[in-house]
T-cell receptor
């Protein structure tokens, strides 16, 4: 079945630094990927839609300069949290859609200290 | 905007009990999906319901899609500790392109 690989699974960074999260579709091409953010015991909130070869579409209230998305190939989308602050600590999940439904990565736990 | 209202948000029951989780919307969805998520992992698809009035069964789990395709329910019979997790309903909506909109989720705890 379709697999989406997300890396890293956990990252701890210092306040003010940037962190890059990768999302790869392993056995299919994904022209569109989605990035979600999730707080403990809460649901997934869509942050942005990543489009291969064009600019990402951000949801209302999501700072595009803080959460940089790059979708340079049909199998890779990256989310970079720039100048991270403790309030950016969260669980970030990517997803891709293909025939048969959506597939999710295993998530990245970001902790900013 | 929360397109999907899910209830209850938290549920703690004992092994062997039955439970129902509801997912409601004022919007019509072409399909709704149910996911289960464990801590530190991504959601895993349980089922997709497409046809109004549809009922799907997955072992002890029964999923229904409302006739008007605006609501869905998940019923678990004789819950077991292994059913513990976060249950999420989700659907595509034109306002969000192809992205899934999720309900707030139901955190289920089944104690032995």
């Amino acid at each position: 079945g379709a697999v989406v690989s997300q890396h890293p699974s956990r990252v701890i960074c210092k306040s003010g630094t940037s962190v890059k999260i990768e999302c790869r579709s392993l056995d299919f091409q994904a022209t569109t990927m989605f990035w979600y953010r999730q707080f403990p015991k809460k649901s997934l909130m869509l942050m942005a839609t990543s489009n291969e070869g064009s600019k990402a579409t951000y949801e209302q209230g999501v700072e595009k300069d803080k959460f940089l998305i790059n979708h340079a190939s049909l199998t890779l989308s990256t989310l970079t949290v720039t100048s991270a602050h403790p309030e950016d600590s969260s669980f970030y999940i990517c997803s891709a859609n293909r025939v048969g439904g959506y597939t999710f990565g295993s998530g990245t736990r970001l902790t900013v200290v | 905007t929360q397109l999907l209202e899910q209830s209850p948000q938290f549920l703690s029951i004992q092994e062997g009990e039955n439970l129902t989780v509801y997912c409601n919307s004022s919007s019509v969805f072409s399909s709704l999906q149910w996911y289960r998520q464990e801590p530190g992992e991504g959601p895993v698809l349980l089922v997709t319901v497409v046809t109004g009035g549809e009922v799907k069964k997955l072992k002890r789990l029964t999923f229904q899609f409302g006739d008007a395709r605006k609501d869905s329910s998940l019923h678990i019979t004789a819950a077991q500790p292994g059913d513990t997790g976060l249950y999420l309903c989700a659907g595509e909506h034109p306002d969000s392109g192809y992205a899934l909109n999720f309900g707030k989720g139901t955190s289920l705890l089944v104690t032995p």
